[in-house]
Structures are given as structure tokens and as C-alpha cells.
């Protein structure tokens, strides 16, 4: 099993943030299966203020890159993704397009 942090903000606003909160609390089918079927075994999503957290746990064998390729083709999670991006915003140190930002490890108990 390999675990993956991720960090993205989501637009300042208590109305854009109840929204997105609430199409993460049933999220469409299509979207959980591009989740499990890229090989992420569990993913859970923190907020605190307008800052998202996210851990992934997947597979030995996930990729980045195979998971990117098959949303790229997934009429369904393009959609998805458009729909998100009326509440997210790129952390200040992304990429141009990027989103969600692999965070180092910096400690471990």
C-alpha cells in the first residue's frame, strides 16, 4: 500500500464551501468508480477554513499518470472536474492548471 497527502484551497466563501461539501457527501457514481478503479483503496478529504487536506491510500502499482489518462478520457470525471473548479482555487505555488498538490512527509511517530 502506498498513502499520498494532497493540499488545494477552496474559494473563500461560506456558500461555495457548503456546496462543495455537500456534492462531496454523495459523490457520483462514475467519480467513485474512476476512484477505485485507478487503484486508490481509501481517500478521505479534511477542511480547515478554505484549505482542503486530502490522503489517498492506494495500491502498490497506482500512478499518477495512468490515473490522469484515464479521467482524460472519462466524459464523466471531465465533467466532474469542470463542476469542482467553480469551488477550488490553485494553491499560490501551482502550476498553471494545477490542482491538487503532493504534500513531502516531514515527520513520522
Given amino acids: 500500500m502506498k498513502r499520498f497527502c494532497l493540499a ?3 474559494k473563500n466563501d461560506p456558500a461555495l464551501i457548503a456546496e ?9 457514481p462514475e467519480i467513485r468508480s474512476s476512484i477505485t478503479g485507478a487503484g486508490i483503496t481509501n481517500m ?6 478554505n484549505r482542503l487536506f486530502m490522503i489517498m491510500e492506494t495500491s502498490d502499482d497506482f500512478s499518477f499518470s ?3 489518462a484515464m479521467d482524460e478520457s472519462n466524459k464523466k470525471v471531465q465533467e466532474w472536474e469542470t ?15 494545477e490542482k491538487w498538490i503532493l504534500m513531502d512527509k516531514i515527520f513520522q511517530l
Wanted: aromatic residues 20%; charged residues 15%.
Fill in 66 to 68: 495512468a490515473k490522469a
Fill in 44 to 49: 478521505e478529504i479534511y477542511r480547515t477554513g
Fill in 83 to 97: 463542476l469542482m473548479w467553480k469551488f477550488q482555487q490553485p494553491l499560490s505555488w501551482a502550476s498553471s492548471g
Fill in 20 to 28: 462543495y461539501e455537500a456534492y462531496h457527501q454523495n459523490i457520483w
Fill in 8 to 10: 488545494l484551497d477552496l
